[in-house]
Nanobody, 114 residues
Framework: QVQLVESGGDLVRPGGSLRLSCAASGFAFSIYAMSWYRQAPGKERELVAVIASRGTTNYTDSVKGRFTIFRDNAKKTVYLQMNSLKPDDTAVYYC????????WGQGTQVSVSS
């Protein structure tokens, strides 16, 4: 059974940091590209960051220099380190795995507010 379980979402003040985790099971994690998406209220889901199976990364412009995606294939986990958080980063963050198939996690809420 395929599972992607996100954790780490929280309420944080502007300028703060959070680390999201996504634990995977039920598929060959190491060969899948892993991504983080987010969806804010009233907005479409957007790609935030992606890490290829070999480690190449890419980010949406609004998070470059603030967010870092990385993976631990031994733990079958992908992370999103988020620094210098802004209110505009408030959203539900979803983990995504894509290769021969595509899987989604259930999401974790990140709220940035003073």
């Amino acid at each position: 059974q395929v599972q992607l379980v996100e954790s780490g979402g929280d309420l944080v003040r502007p300028g703060g940091s959070l680390r999201l985790s996504c634990a995977a099971s039920g598929f060959a994690f190491s060969i899948y590209a892993m991504s983080w998406y987010r969806q804010a209220p009233g907005k479409e889901r957007e790609l935030v960051a992606v890490i290829a199976s070999r480690g190449t990364t890419n980010y949406t412009d609004s998070v470059k220099g603030r967010f870092t995606i990385f993976r631990d294939n031994a733990k079958k986990t992908v992370y999103l380190q988020m620094n210098s958080l802004k209110p505009d980063d408030t959203a539900v963050y979803y983990c995504n795995a894509k290769y021969m198939a595509e899987f989604w996690g259930q999401g974790t809420q990140v709220s940035v507010s003073s």
